[in-house]
């Protein structure tokens, strides 16, 4: 038998948001790939593997984006990529049905000179809107093979990985053709590439030329290490197209850019009247400026709805297992440690599995649908009051279920200001496991109405802290402006998959956190530490709170699970009648204290791996301060109304 | 008053372009090679001033030619990367409620844009 020797090749793929690269890169790897963050940055990396014949394919699918400038992260690790890491080929997703903007990013990827193969996706939606793409005339305009495909439906792939061997072998060969500018450019442009041929650039000449003209502060600074002259020279250059064109350099270099993109998609298109299409119509009614709202209504509280009742009713039943599995009797000490170490555990798969694993299916379902650009678009104008705008309301939405995979979906903003801001209000969003309390402490033993003023206070506070940090923060908003793209019915091999690598991220981030924490604090308490540190907060619980002395052990507890706050004093007292542990002022403050006090561990642990302990640990800072002087001032409130 | 205020930067603005455009036809230097024959035309549109609006006072279906984009480096940047670029037709495809952000259809693909950016942005309206 011969062993045959498997060769590695790197193939990645790249394209504009929402074209299709997630389906295809499921269609490439199915099960084999994993969801993790690029080095050091805050941005998705998904890394999958197939094998094709005797080809071990590592394939990578870089973050959707437009351009390759400097304006987001994703857009210099994806230039970055195919620069330095030289993937054998990139294939560039196309979304067919609007061709003209995919050929703005796909002619600047001809100009970072990489080995290109387009997959022209979504031809069926293409045709159903009457556009008719010619294959031959793409490729030869370009210089790079064309595979028509549906990523949905599987069509194509196969010819797709077949032409990326063949391009690897060298049987099909590319010649990428050259983007010519106006004759003010592209003379500069030459005088600028003549003299930096021959220098070691990370980019090929014609791309950092362009870049330098465009005025990239990362590659100025790259080269005038090597040449100062370079740069200044290309400053003057700069200048002069802005004189002769009457607008910014760079502008005038998108602009050109976008006129050969305009001119290669007209010459290759036939575009024949189409009729509206059911899904146009569908379309219209959830953007109506009433029915929008309704139907906007309507999803979210299915949602909420279908979680929750799904998450309570699998989470009661998985307790209930767990309840059998625990021995009958236990002294106090004992059941303190095992709710610490067992029940963490069981909390992560009460939590974890009915709440986050819903709630992550339908987060990808909306994702892979295209509904969550037009939830954008009706609310831009209320996430602006809290200076964030209208993509906020995803994770602010997913906060109420779980804070951790909330503070991960703030990744949807584009900026990491906005990134951060929203994160922040995420913090304050009272979560499956706060509402929890609310309920077992406000709700049960004093009223309906009373939880949900407590909510709606907290909905305020959340309005005011993210309008301040927006306003505290430097840097300017860019705004909102973002491409719709045509419905679709979501593809199940993206969500299932999708779905189950994030989920794989999130218990592994808090399995270990709840059930070590848990451990660590019952033992603690076990052996009496928290006694010493019930005393030492005593003057902040009983004399600033006015909350019994085991409001200090609770509070710890509630750092790591939020829940425990409830359950807790239920197991210490040995009674589930709360009302004869607490009077009625002390359970809404210890209710509100709940609701703010400190982002629990796990959210913490996520805070620190999305922006950094320094970011975690002010907004952990900050909020215990807020929280205890909020707490405090409400305490004071509720003696003076006297309840 | 903040309207009036955007109009008037917008003439200063138009003024410094229409004055570029001359010392440009002085020096001789032609626009052709690939450039786009709109851009000439959109300078001679330019020169009847009062033509310019702001992309967001378009009323729903109208159709306009945009001339410039205005504000910081980062953001006029991302405009004409998501294809805003000048000589450009927009429609505008609809407009959200409570002064929400707009829908306009530009170069075949959809796009959403917040109030504040669609200020920014300058156009000729289109019979």
Redesign the interface.
Known sequence: MVIMSERKIKVALAGNANVGKSAIFNCLTGLHQHIGNWPGKTVERAIGSLKFKEYEIEVIDLPGIYSFSTFSLEELISREYIAVERPDVVINVIDASVLERNLFFALQLLELQAPIIIALNQVDLARRKGINICEKKLSDLLGVPVISTIAIKGVGIHELIESVIEVVEGKKKIELKRIEYGREVEDRLRRLEDLLSGLKTTYPARFTALKLLEGDEEIKREISFINEKIVSASERYAREIEEIHGEPCFSVISSERYVVASKIAKEVQEIAPAKMSLIDRVDEIIMHKFLGYLIMLIVMFSVFYAIFAFGNFLSAMISDVFETLKPAVLKVEEEILWEGAIGGFVACITLVLPYVLPFYLLLTVLEDSGYLPRIAFLLDNVMHKMGLHGKAIIPLILGYGCNVPACYSCRIMETQRDRLIAAFAVTFIPCTARIIVILGLVASFISMEWAFTLLLIDLAITFAVSRAAFKALPGEPIGLIMEVHSLRVPSINVVVSQTWARLKSIILLVFPIYVIGGTLLAIMYAIGLLRLIEEALAPLTMGWLGLPPIAGALLLFGAVRKELVVAMPAIIFGTIDLSTVFTPIQMLVLAFLTMIYVPCVATYAMLKREFGWKVASYITIFEVAFGLLLSGIFYRLLLFIGL | MKRVGGKLKALAYFL??YR??C??RR?G????????ST?DEGLEKRVEPGGFVALIDLRVGERAEIS??EG????????????L????EVKVL?V??????I?VLV???????????ASKVFVIRKD
């Open positions: 410094s372009r570029r455009s010392a440009r020096e230097v032609s626009l052709k090679a690939e450039a786009p851009l410039f984009v910081a480096r980062a953001i006029v940047k991302r405009l004409v990367d998501m294809g670029t000048r000589g450009t609809k959200a409620p409570f002064n929400g952000p829908e170069r075949g693909s959809r796009l959403i844009i917040s109030r504040e950016l």
